[in-house]
């Protein structure tokens, strides 16, 4: 979408807004309590954090913090209170959903002079995921199948799309839920997140979907700074494995050219004018427990993916968009020829303060 389509349904961008609702009540609208500024920072692979800041707050008579009606601030804003963050423009009441999560912090300073603020910040649903270590053993089973599993048992709902493969046993040992499905996810190349929705996401990345933005240089995409790097990246990768069944080895392999999502030539295809013999190229070699040759493709593929998407990342910095979250396209153009094009999103930082709404995001990339 241009950015002249996004400006006529956000009122030229000129009113930012953002609400907090703790329960049933907007904090500042119902409960009466300022907050300066609110940021949000989702990503993909870890839980997303919000975090704002309450001013104004506290009674020097009463020694206490307290809401403009009175009741204690502290019963609201307690460990554990769920939020929703929404942020956008015109009418806060119809802002879109950034994030809902949990409160995990909360801190103040009492200054020599001044009244204290309280800084308040959480994480979303993904949290309770993070939390303790476990031992589990699924037996003759996909690993979409403990995904699904372990989402339900966290009640969250969830997006899962069927790992291709089914295997005799998959463990999970001394590892939080979190680590244990990062882990499942990086094998099969499929992003792992919790959305604004409390849903779980363990799919391939939406890295082939169209952009949700068309920004251009000096025209709302306020800065990018692009870093094309072939060090650490390679034209193969082979998984070694034994079939103790068949008595034989099992070798996946990969090759440049099949990344996900590929736009222009990737890194390992641009090793072939470094090295033109192919058996001297760069390969990765692993040893991996799989236990079919599919299982072996499947590893070796999803190493090429997540080693290629290291070789062109960005930083950027925009106009505040609440259409730019993970697992997500922008396009940027008036960058040249090289680096105009569209781009997956990794990570998007949302702040409103004194100072206006602005968008950070984090890019990353298999070709240029």
Known sequence: MELATLARSYREFYAPAFALRIGRDDLMRDLVVAVSQVEVDLVLGATSRFSFTVVDCYSHKLRKFQTGRGGDLLE??????EVEVCLG??????????????????????????????AVAGFDHGFPLTMGKNTRTWSKSRD?????KIASFHNLKSIIDLTPEERPQIEQKDVSDWEFLK????DNHYELYVDER?????????????????????????????????AGQFSRVEVYAWDSKAKKPIVGVANAGEESGLNGAS?????????????????????QPVFTQAEANQRAKAALNENAKKFLTGEGETIGLPE??????????????????????QQATHK??????RTKFKVKETGL
Do not use: C, M
Not at 183 to 186: I, P, S
């Open 324 to 345: 730019l979250r993970p697992d997500r396209r922008v396009e940027l153009a008036n960058l040249g020829k090289a680096f105009s094009k569209v781009y997956y999103i």
């Open 144 to 148: 979409s199948a403990a995904a699904a």
């Open 89 to 118: 423009y015109g009418d806060a009441g119809s802002t879109p959903t950034a994030v809902r999560g949990v409160i995990t912090e909360i801190a103040t300073n009492f200054p020599e002079g001044g009244s204290p603020e309280l």
């Open 76 to 81: 609201i804003l307690k460990f554990g209170a």
């Open 198 to 230: 409390k849903t779980l996401h363990f799919a391939k990345p939406n890295d082939k979907a169209g952009a949700v933005a068309q920004l251009r240089y000096g025209e709302g995409l306020l800065s990018f700074k692009p870093e094309a790097n072939l």
């Open 352 to 357: 409103i303060d004194a100072g206006g709404y």
């Open 267 to 287: 890194a390992g295809q641009r090793l072939k004018s470094f090295v033109l013999d192919s058996e001297k190229r760069p390969t990765l070699r692993l040893q």
């Open 183 to 186: 882990k499942l996810a990086d």
